[in-house]
């Protein structure tokens, strides 16, 4: 059935263009929250105690349009943390952890061991915090 869209030209009615249009924000939301539609393959699945990392070091802000977070390491090794807001907020927000001394236990979310998604953040006034 062809009708008239918005703008007066015709168009095909049930031609799918209006659905594509929410495809994209379903696929970016789908690529950033890690989900996927197929299940882990056998051996990626492991317990906590294995795929939990610690990182011990200095965490600095970068304020762009949003704060992005790092932590530079004494091996050194920099590496981006992804800290959700109530975490930050329980560390004693950006202004409370930026240029401290911190301990990062979390997860990596890329192979190269770049971005680090944080569990928990403890930040120490001096050099107390281990990863022991």
């Not at 996927?36 to 011990?56: I, R, V």
């Not at 704060?67 to 390491?73: K, L, M």
């Amino acid at each position: 059935m062809r009708t008239r869209n918005r703008t007066g030209r015709p168009e095909e009615r049930g031609s799918g263009r209006a659905g594509g249009r929410h495809l994209l924000p379903a696929l970016l939301f789908a690529v950033a929250t890690g989900c996927s539609s197929t299940p882990p393959a056998g051996g990626e699945a492991t317990a906590d105690a294995e795929s939990a990392e610690c990182l011990l070091g200095r965490l600095d802000i970068v304020w762009n349009h949003e704060p992005r977070f790092f932590v530079t390491t004494d091996e050194p090794l920099e590496a981006e943390v992804l800290i959700g807001e109530a975490l930050l907020r329980e560390a004693g927000g950006p202004l409370g952890v930026n240029g401290k001394r911190v301990r990062v236990l979390g997860r990596w979310v890329t192979e190269d061991r770049r971005v680090l998604r944080a569990d928990r953040v403890d930040v120490s006034p001096g050099n107390e915090v281990s990863c022991g």
